[in-house]
């Protein structure tokens, strides 16, 4: 499959495309140019948030194979004051970040399939316990990360030629140095989550809409 990832620079999609290039063909996402080589072929597509039609124009200009399926790893977390004290600004700040940017990679994946015709475009968003859990002091991160599976189950409903499917991570993954493993807190490997990611992209008709993977 060619599968294009959002959040290809972060810590996740980095991993993803290590451990999914060696059996597809791999493009991601960027802001701005990485330094060194990558597993994936970066695609520039500074503003992508505010306009998803420029990902489609910048596959055009590189002349890229068809997409077959999208991953959307975006929004990340954190650790921070209360969500009500850390005011407004911040929470539009992570709304900007996190659930909008995966409104956006929607809005890829459909333009994608309207491209592709008959051929169905598998999109998958990547989501955490935060979803599921209040998460004091990221509690943002927590309301955002629930509308997404509803945003998730929207588009499935509305579309006809989108397999939109989530993944629910359900604990830190290993390997990024912003997890809090205090009190012996266990991890999810990148290789676990690159091949529960690849078994919903190769079959999603065997999964529900949403799936949780523990460890």
């Keep these: 499959m060619h599968i294009l990832i959002f959040g290809a620079s972060g810590h996740v999609g980095t991993g993803l495309a290590q451990h999914l290039s060696a059996d597809h063909r791999i493009s991601g996402i960027v802001r ?9 072929e970066p695609l520039v597509v500074p503003d992508w948030v505010d306009r998803p ?16 399926a999208v991953i959307a790893a975006v929004g990340g977390w954190y650790v921070d004051d209360a969500m009500i004290a850390r005011g407004l ?8 970040s996190y659930l909008r940017g995966h409104f956006a990679a929607c809005a890829v994946s459909e333009a994608l399939a309207e491209e592709a015709g008959s051929a169905h475009v598998r999109h998958l968003a990547l989501n955490g316990v935060a979803s599921v859990e209040a998460c004091v002091g990221s509690g943002a991160i927590s309301v955002f990360g629930a509308a997404q599976e509803m945003l998730i189950r ?26 809090d493993l205090r009190g012996g807190v266990e991890t999810i490997s990148l290789p676990k989550v ?6 919903v992209l190769t079959r999603p008709d065997e999964h529900d809409i949403s799936t949780q993977l523990g460890v």
């Excluded at 039609?53 to 077959?68: F, M, N, T």
């Excluded at 499935?156 to 604990?171: G, H, N, P, Q």
């Excluded at 690159?194 to 078994?199: F, H, T």
Aim: cysteine-free; glycine content about 4%; overall charge negative.
């Design 53 to 68: 039609q420029a990902v489609i124009d910048e596959l055009h200009r590189l002349d890229a194979s068809p997409v077959d």
């Design 89 to 96: 600004a911040s929470f539009d700040e992570d709304y900007s």
């Design 154 to 179: 929207v588009a499935e409903a509305e579309t006809d030629t989108v397999d939109y499917r989530e993944l629910k991570v359900m604990a830190p993954i290993g390997g990024d140095d912003r997890n």
């Design 32 to 40: 701005s140019q990485p330094e060194g080589t990558t597993a994936y």
């Design 194 to 199: 690159a091949e529960a990611v690849s078994v």
